[in-house]
């Protein structure tokens, strides 16, 4: 059913006449709020700081556009309106896929940060991280707040199949882990910020992200105790917002506890292009079976003193069916995507991309409701979809996920420290890098 409990929000974007007569079917090829990014090399990853960011080698990028920013509250809710998209965060998980679980825990809801009064034991994220029903991008801090006033703010509680039938609404892709920091590097190879190698030149403020001691001390040095609308803070190299800090962002790579030592030495002579796990290799690793997918970028919950994630390099693991307040995303439109729907391909000074003959046929919206006799065929479609996209190879898919959404809220709930939920955490980590965590 299209969502219509937000239309007081605020405005959003609207569609055009001739978009809405037309269904979204056909689109110009969509680069406006985006940036090229040409092809180059740069060392991909990190030795100084968090082991799952070694070993540091050689990749080589393909040249692609990617948002200038990320995807935003309005740009969201105008995909919901038009296509009646339900995020993970709304749906009740599916007792049947819960065995065993707290029926009244299986409710539509979200990761909310809760800010103690002070210290708290961080070795226990339930210290500040509340399951709360209600909570979606609509209610980002429970069901009693709004997005009124947020539309520039990046939108959050977004789970990866939330993300990835966005990027399909739209005609792109989620970047793989490799253009993700590529981009982010904004060309300065082995710098340590997306701006250089000091945290605050001059005693700027680059990007938004925690001040003081984690997680009950906000100073709020960079004027944002949260979210901050998008743009706030300076660009990086290649123009691009909010790189690191803001929201973490979700990438279409499957994630291991370290790079694989096998992407090849780091030598020009034999450099991988778009080193990244496969379908075929499930993101999962002990003590926890469920895949896990690479978010980058860290958010406004990261501080030196427990998450020094604000970094090109950091990466961190989460499944695909978790969604939290700080966690968002943005798309990326690859030269071969464009010239697979479209028979060219359109470059920066082409002339061909967002001209008339260079158009995406996307088809319908999957998730877009029907009526009469086509219907029934349709809920099964996007049933099909919808586990396709939350799926993988090794059966593990959004019954697992919603699993661990469950255990999250249970372990929380009682307050104590149950043995597997604090070694797998919010997001599957092994137990030595538990305290590393937190944002």
């Known amino acids: 059913m299209p969502a219509t409990d937000c239309a007081d929000e605020g405005t959003g974007q609207g569609m055009s006449g001739s978009e809405a007569a037309t269904g979204g079917a056909l689109r110009q090829v969509p680069t406006a709020g985006m940036t090229w990014i040409p092809s180059g090399q740069f060392r991909m990853g990190s030795a100084d700081f968090y082991p799952e960011e070694q070993p540091v080698r050689a990749a080589t990028v393909h040249g692609f556009w ?14 919901v309106k038009q296509t009646g998209y339900v995020t993970v965060a709304e749906r009740a998980p599916d007792p049947a896929r819960c065995p065993g679980a707290d029926p009244q825990l299986l409710v539509p809801g979200s990761l909310v940060f809760r800010q103690p009064p002070g210290p708290v034991d961080l070795r226990e994220f339930g210290n500040w991280w509340d399951y709360a029903p209600g909570a979606c991008w609509r209610h980002p801090d429970g069901p009693a707040s709004t997005v009124r006033g947020r539309d520039k703010h990046p939108v959050t509680h977004i789970a990866y199949p939330d993300a990835l039938a966005y990027a399909g609404w739209s005609g792109k892709e989620l970047p793989t882990e490799a253009e993700w920091e590529y981009a982010a590097r904004g060309g300065l190879d082995g710098a340590v910020y997306v701006w250089g190698d000091d945290f605050a ?32 803070f300076p660009a ?29 030495p780091a030598s020009p002579s034999c450099v991988p292009h778009h080193p990244r796990l496969t379908a075929g290799e499930t993101g999962a690793f ?38 939290a307040g700080h966690l968002g995303f943005r798309c990326v439109l690859r030269p071969s995507l464009v010239a697979g729907r479209t028979g060219r391909v359109g470059l920066p000074g082409s002339g061909l991309l967002g001209s008339v003959p260079c158009r995406l046929h996307l088809g319908p919206v999957p998730m877009a409701p029907r009526s009469g006799p086509e219907e029934a065929g349709d809920q099964a479609h996007r049933r099909a979809q919808e586990d396709q996209v939350e799926d993988n190879l090794h059966g593990h898919g959004r019954t697992s996920q919603l699993a661990d959404r469950v255990h999250v809220t249970e372990a929380h709930r009682r307050q104590r420290a149950d043995v597997e939920i604090q070694r797998v955490g919010l997001s599957g980590q092994p137990p030595e890098l538990i305290g590393q965590r937190g944002s």
């Not at 004027?223 to 743009?231: D, L």
């Not at 469920?290 to 990261?302: D, F, H, N, T």
Request: include cysteine.
């Open 286 to 323: 002990p003590p926890c079976d469920i895949p896990r997918r690479v978010i980058k970028g860290g958010s406004y919950l990261c501080a030196p003193s427990y998450c020094l994630r604000y970094r090109p390099a950091a990466r961190h693991g989460e499944t695909a069916g978790t969604s």
């Open 201 to 232: 030149p001059g005693g700027q403020q680059l990007a938004n992200v925690w001040h003081g001691q984690f997680p009950w001390e906000n100073l709020a040095l960079d004027g944002y105790e949260g979210t901050s609308p998008v743009a706030s």
């Open 236 to 264: 990086n190299g290649y123009g691009l917002y909010d790189m690191t800090g803001n929201v973490w962002e979700w990438t279409a790579d499957y994630f291991l506890p370290g790079h694989r030592a096998d992407q090849g």
């Open 66 to 79: 990617i948002d200038t920013r990320p995807v935003t509250v309005a740009e969201f809710r105008r995909f």
